[in-house]
């Protein structure tokens, strides 16, 4: 019989599973293999998770994070912006918990972390919706939620894959959890099993840094001489200043400047890619040049304006090219 998504028993629609099976039947029958689900349907769940179900107010002091991370820190600028709405409006939308497994009168999160954090730092009650689950069906919640709202950065995404991993979870729960197929969690768990734990903590999540990039970098990462390289930048007091993405951009360099490359990263011609930020965050960029070819990716709040204006003073910004090239 084929397995199914074992999220459907947590959200009450019904499962393949003979009645009276408990909820230790997660753990034996394993996730689904289909890897069809789409983001959509990610967020129905979520949804369905918490419709019909009675909302409560309770302390946050009584919640404890979820047993398996999924986020790094250095996302201040996203919790800020969190607060402040929540403090003009309110919580809108409940967090997910689970009484705690071990301690009696205690909640975990399942998902929510940082509306748990924002109502610790207001002072204020935090609204909930508590649901009895196991680990299995937490971390398909949780991971599912957060994949319906796409905002994990790849390496947030490796190390929580890693951490489920760790903390003995099947393979198969992973890559439901994740939402991805066997190939893309075994690149997941390479980059986060290769690149020092301690590297990653002090980048960051690195929200405009993806695939290749760290792919790239656990290359580098593999050789402990470059190891050592990276430990040395991350005591600098320009690295403590940079923001996360920066943070990325600056070990790279460094690592590829005085570090041992593997071959493919010295091919002539490529230079590396680096970050740039400015107003306060409001406007990114990803920069870099391949052979003849050069890029400038932007994302953020000011993307498309800034983009507009560039694109419309190209004939003057190269005509100020020509003219300072002819200066020197």
Do not use: C
Not at 60 to 75: K, M, Y
Not at 208 to 230: L, S
């Amino acid at each position: 019989m084929a397995r199914k998504d074992l999220l459907k028993s947590v959200i009450g629609q019904p499962a393949d599973t003979p009645a009276g099976s408990g909820r230790s039947s997660y753990a034996m029958r394993g996730a689904s293999k289909s890897m069809k689900v789409s983001i959509d349907s990610l967020a129905e769940n979520s949804k369905r998770l918490l419709e019909g179900e009675t909302i409560v107010e309770l302390d946050p002091n009584l919640v404890d994070a979820s047993f398996v991370s999924d986020r790094l820190s250095g996302d201040d600028e996203a919790f800020e912006e969190l607060k402040a709405s929540i403090a003009a409006s309110g919580q809108d939308t409940p967090v997910l918990l689970r009484p705690h497994p071990d301690e009696p009168g205690r909640y975990m999160v399942v998902f929510g972390h940082r509306r748990v954090r924002v109502a610790h730092a207001l002072g204020r009650p935090v609204r909930a919706v508590v649901k009895e689950m196991d680990d299995v069906a937490h971390v398909l919640a949780q991971g599912q939620e957060n994949t319906a709202r796409a905002d994990l950065s790849f390496i947030e995404k490796a190390q929580f894959a890693k951490n489920l991993v760790d903390h003995g979870q099947d393979k198969e729960v992973v890559q439901q959890a994740l939402t991805v197929d066997a190939s893309l969690l075994s690149r997941l768990l390479s980059v986060s099993q290769t690149v020092p734990e301690l590297v990653i903590d002090a980048i960051g999540p690195a929200k405009q840094v993806g695939r290749d990039r760290w792919e790239e970098f656990k290359k580098m990462m593999a050789d402990e001489a470059n190891q050592g390289i990276a430990y040395r930048v991350i005591k600098t007091e320009a690295f403590a200043r940079a923001n996360s993405d920066a943070r990325f951009e600056l070990l790279h360099s460094q690592v590829l400047k005085a570090g041992t490359l593997p071959k493919r990263s010295a091919a002539r011609g490529t230079m590396p890619k680096r970050t740039w930020t400015a107003g306060q965050g409001r406007i990114k960029g990803v920069v870099g040049r391949s052979g003849r070819a050069y890029s400038i990716s932007l994302t953020s709040k000011d993307s498309a304006a800034f983009g507009e204006f560039l694109s419309d003073n190209l004939d003057r910004l190269y005509a100020d090219f020509l003219s300072r090239s002819k200066e020197r």
